[in-house]
Every structure is written in C-alpha cells, then in structure tokens.
C-alpha cells in the first residue's frame, strides 16, 4: 500500500510538472507586459527610438519570449534588408550558442521567415518533436502555412496550406488555451474557412 502511494506521488507530481511547465511557456510576464504596453503606447516615436527602447528590455529582461517577439516584429514591420539580414544573424548566433533552448530555435526561425522560409520550417519542425511541452513552435509553422503571396514577396503564397495552419494552431491551443498572442489572431482570421476562424474566435473569446 505505501509503494503504492509513493507511485501515485511520483506520478501526480510529474504531471503536475509538465502542466506547470506548459503554462509557464504560455503566460507572459505582467510586468514586463506593462513594460512593454507602456512602448506601444507612444507609437509615435521614431522607429529608432522605439528600436534603442527595446534593446534596453533585451538586455534588461534577455529571457523574455514577449521582449524578442515585440522587438522582431518591430524590425520585420519595415522590412529594410540590411535590418532583416541584422535580425537573422543575431537569433542565428543566438541559436548557435543555446542549441538546447527550444526558445532561441524558435526566435531563430522566426527571424527567417520571409528570407529563408524552408529552413525556417525545417527548424520548427525539429523543435515540435524534440521538445513537445513547447509549443510556440507550433504557432510559427501556423503563420507560415497562413502566409499570403503579396506584391513585395509573391514567393510567401507557396506556403499556404490552410488545413496544416489550423493543425498547428489547434496544438498550439491545446498547450495555451488562454492564449491573446496578436498572431494568434491573425493566424486564425486568415483561416480560408469562415467557419473555422470563428470557431477559433468564439474560443478565444470564451477562454
């Protein structure tokens, strides 16, 4: 009886680990998400400015997923070359130098989307089945599987492919339920069926 007990210790409190471990890699940090709130709230600043802002929270907060992501889709937003070869080389380094992190893979992969999107892919799709229990992964594959062809890059539309898109958006949900990641959002209103999105809406919503 008591080994028996002691099993169902170890097992509960490996579940509860993981379960731990998965909303721990979905939930912001409050703080810094007033942190960063507070610097979309003066949109008005020079894109410099904006940019020096963030490389101050990068080296204030370096392990905060919301920092690196804020602070990409900044520099991907105006889609200068000499800025998005930057940005590669930097989570390139980064990856190099944590090949067990699955967030710098992830930021890394996330930088090449648009440049070298089948690496980019190829990395993600490495991520999603050496570390399951993150799932961020899962949202950059539905992104790229969501992109749209569009004048300055027509090459992104050879992506498409809708019902992987709500496959891998439905796995990252399953991980982060309560997730309000803008791609979230869009991922999911770009999602060919009408139908669809709104299911992803009305859970959104509703979680």
Avoid at 121 to 145: F, K
């Amino acid at each position: 009886m008591r080994a028996f007990c002691w099993m169902f210790l170890f097992v509960s409190s490996v579940a509860w680990s993981q379960t731990t471990k998965l909303l721990s890699n979905c939930e912001p940090n409050r703080s810094i998400e007033r942190e960063l709130l507070r610097l979309e709230a003066r949109e008005n600043l020079p894109h410099l400015k904006q940019q020096a802002m963030l490389e101050e929270l990068l080296v204030k907060h370096p392990d905060d997923l919301a920092v690196h992501l804020r602070y990409q889709d900044l520099l991907r937003s105006r889609r200068r070359r000499d800025e998005l070869q930057m940005l590669v080389e930097k989570y390139r380094q980064l990856a190099s130098e944590e090949p067990g992190n699955p967030q710098s893979q992830y930021l890394y992969a996330r930088a090449l989307i648009g440049t070298e999107t089948p690496k980019a892919i190829q990395i993600l799709q490495t991520s999603t089945g050496s570390d399951p229990t993150y799932p961020w992964p899962h949202l950059g594959l539905a992104s790229i599987y969501s992109l749209r062809g569009e004048a300055s890059n027509p090459g992104e539309g050879a992506f498409t492919n809708p019902d992987r898109a709500r496959g891998e958006l439905d796995a990252f949900l399953k991980a982060c339920p309560n997730s309000l990641s803008k791609e979230v959002w869009d991922v999911a209103e770009v999602n060919v069926n009408a139908d669809a999105a709104g299911g992803y809406i009305t859970r959104l919503r509703t979680n």
